[in-house]
């Protein structure tokens, strides 16, 4: 099937790459008339609220809000703007009013609204609320924020008075720089890996260009669904989109061009050598991708409505990438030939025994040994697994910027919870100042608040703000929220009112639950559907048993490493929440995908004759420096998300499922099993020697089967 579908595409190439521009640019204008200049910008969003089903408390309370303290408008970013002396000592008659001097006229292009300064209980410390009038990521605010700081810190030289400015518009505004260098570090990682595999800048620079065009009409399709859809892209989608649409794209492109070369160096011409290479790795790359694609769509499942927008996002990235490279990539490379590899020249003689071939030939040799060892390797890392902790702290800001320091200093003098209040609204007839001002009493008596923030009531409703004495989003919050606050904000309510208690600690105590269901829901199903892919594509029962096994084992040992970087050699209290399943999908289906490579060379020497051991040599030799090669991008990719506040953890602990993935498992574990057990592996199926079928010429013409080795 894919020799014919090879065939088709080198016939009309030109046709093949003239489709993809059209389509790309029809996509491009079309999110353009729909999202306007702001692109994703505009569907892009963090109110995690806005993903949890209605039957939740928290929900409950923002759609009550809602209705009964209507916003003016739209709502738009926000920072706070934090005083206090640099001495550190308690703010004097003088500087607060140097303070307030300072805070007054405050406002200009993109400000909506300066808060007067608040004063800390202990007096070191003045706050005021700055609304902008635009969301976060927009121009606007970035430029509002670059000016309210250097105009605030203008007006306090020569006080004895410091300035800082946090909150999400800040905590935003010190983040694109981090944002930057991953975008430009990915890139210039996978261009330096591609030139470095293949020798040739043509080849990168051509990956690159495609990838970065088909994956312009990837992304303008999820926009454009969700805006049609009203749905919030929030960052996890945002972040992890370019780095799928590149890094596995770049691995298929590296799948296609290795046997691709390989085909050349025969001496086939080269639209013979892409129909060859397509038909005899085209179906590994397809069912590699289908496994990919499969296991973020069991995202589908999830009760948190970010995930199931994740999934599908992703799923989609990989099928089009997927569909690219079998199509777009062969296209182009067909045209070009051997000049694609220019000016190498060494890609002309059969490779030298490298790593790949010293790893076959020990693993032939000692296939027990090296599978204990594979299996001691994720033993050992997984084992730290066990100490995981879950983290729902998503205020993480850069370590070292403004942000960061400013909220030092406003903790210092404000209870953790002041940023984020926790509103219990109050609703029923007869509420009166008096009785709301009793609730809130009896409610700041409980240990977890540290301050009543501000009462307000209107006719037969009430808002009252809490902050909380623990960080809103740590573990000792989300349980008093739970067991705690909620109860008592129940209990002690008026007679005849009802209670809502929101907020975002009240959020992700919602959050934390519907993830711990999904935990135990998600990495089963996902499982289950990665067995069938390989079932329907190797059609035996022993290879796919311990394929899933090996990603498993792969994903724990992931776990377990993130847990003693982050959580032992950083000292965070916990792995960020999303971690699990992120890591999941993505060590699972990516480990698959390299297991699947392998193995398919496995049985495809096994076809041609080759003893059990001679096969798994053999098929390390070849198909084991592409899955190397893809590998390393890969996970060069998710590194350079390290540098990222938010997705660091994220992108350390795929980066080194990747590794896991291609050389524990890939070079190692699965090809040391399928050497003890050879055929026996894929029963029922019977893998004996078998005729290399003819393949087809550009024409659609038969080629003699001695030219498919």
Request: charged share 15%.
């Amino acid at each position: 099937m894919f020799e014919r579908w090879g065939a088709a595409v080198v016939r009309h190439p030109v046709r093949v790459i003239a489709a993809w521009l059209v389509l790309v640019m029809g996509l491009g204008g079309l999110g353009y008339l729909v999202l306007g200049p702001d692109g994703v910008a505009a569907v892009a969003g963090q109110n995690e609220a806005d993903f949890l089903p209605e039957r939740y408390e928290s929900v409950q309370a923002a759609r009550f809000a809602e209705r009964a303290f209507p916003s003016d408008g739209p709502e738009g970013a926000s920072a706070v703007l934090v005083l206090s002396r640099a001495d550190g000592a308690a703010l004097g008659a003088d500087d607060q009013a140097s303070g307030r001097d300072a805070v007054a006229g405050l406002g200009g292009a993109g400000v909506r609204e300066v808060s007067e300064p608040t004063l800390s209980p202990n007096g070191k410390v003045m706050l005021a609320q700055v609304t902008f009038a635009d969301d976060v990521g927009q121009p606007e605010v970035s430029s509002a924020v670059s000016r309210l700081r250097a105009e605030t810190s203008e007006r306090l030289s020569g006080t004895p008075l410091r300035s800082g400015y946090t909150g999400e518009a800040a905590v935003a505004k010190d983040s694109e720089l981090l944002d930057l260098l991953v975008s430009v570090g990915m890139i210039v990682m996978i261009l330096v890996l591609l030139v470095v595999i293949f020798r040739s800048p043509w080849v990168a620079l051509l990956n690159l260009l495609i990838i970065a065009l088909v994956g312009q009409g990837a992304v303008a399709v999820i926009a454009i669904v969700a805006k049609a859809t009203g749905t919030t892209l929030d960052g996890s989608v945002t972040g992890l989109l370019p780095v799928v649409l590149f890094g596995v794209g770049t691995d298929y492109v590296v799948f296609l061009l290795y046997r691709y070369r390989e085909r050349l160096r025969l001496g086939e011409d080269r639209r013979t050598a892409m129909v060859a290479a397509l038909g005899r790795v085209g179906s590994a790359i397809g069912v590699s991708a289908l496994a990919v694609a499969v296991s973020f769509g069991a995202l589908l499942l999830s009760g948190f409505g970010s995930f199931r927008i994740l999934g599908p996002a992703l799923a989609f990235a990989v099928l089009v990438m997927v569909l690219a490279g079998l199509t777009l990539i062969p296209a182009v490379f067909s045209l070009l030939g051997h000049r694609a590899f220019w000016p190498s020249k060494a890609w002309r003689n059969e490779p030298r025994a490298g790593l790949a071939a010293r790893t076959g030939d020990l693993v032939a040799r000692r296939p027990a040994a090296v599978a204990l060892a594979a299996i001691a390797i994720l033993a050992a890392l997984g084992a730290a697994a066990l100490a995981h902790r879950p983290s729902y702290d998503i205020a993480t800001m850069p370590a070292g910027t403004e942000s960061a320091r400013t909220m030092q200093r406003l903790e210092s003098g404000f209870p953790a919870g002041t940023l984020s209040p926790t509103s219990v609204y109050l609703s029923g007839p007869g509420l009166t100042e008096q009785t709301v001002g009793a609730y809130a009493e009896r409610l700041a008596a409980l240990p977890i608040v540290g301050e009543v923030g501000g009462v307000r009531t209107t006719g037969e409703a009430a808002q009252i703000d809490l902050l909380l004495a623990a960080a809103p989003f740590s573990e000792k919050a989300l349980d008093a929220m739970v067991h705690e606050l909620r109860p008592a904000a129940h209990a002690a309510a008026p007679a005849g009112s009802t209670v809502h208690v929101g907020g975002e600690t009240s959020v992700f105590a919602d959050v934390r639950a519907v993830v711990e269901v999904d935990l135990r829901v998600i990495l089963p199903a996902a499982g289950l559907l990665i067995g069938l892919v390989l079932l329907l594509m190797l059609r035996g029962v022993l290879a796919p048993a311990y394929l899933l096994g090996a990603v498993v084992g792969g994903f724990v040992a992931t776990l377990g490493a993130a847990v003693l970087v982050f959580q032992g050699a950083v000292g965070r209290p916990g792995l960020t929440f999303t971690l699990p399943l992120i890591v999941y999908m993505f060590v699972a289906s990516i480990g698959t995908d390299y297991n699947i490579l392998i193995i398919a060379r496995i049985r495809e020497e096994l076809r041609d004759g080759a003893s059990r051991r001679e096969a798994v040599r053999m098929a390390l030799r070849q198909a084991g420096p592409p899955v190397a090669a893809a590998g390393v991008i890969l996970a060069a990719s998710f590194g350079a998300l390290t540098v990222s506040a938010t997705l660091a953890e994220v992108g350390f602990a795929v980066a080194v499922g990747v590794l896991l993935s291609t050389f524990v498992l890939s070079w190692l574990l699965v090809p040391a099993l399928t050497a003890l057990l050879g055929r026996a592996a894929f029963w029922p199926a019977r893998v004996g020697r078998t005729a290399a079928p003819p393949a087809a010429d550009p024409t659609g013409a038969p080629v003699s089967a001695t030219m498919v080795p």
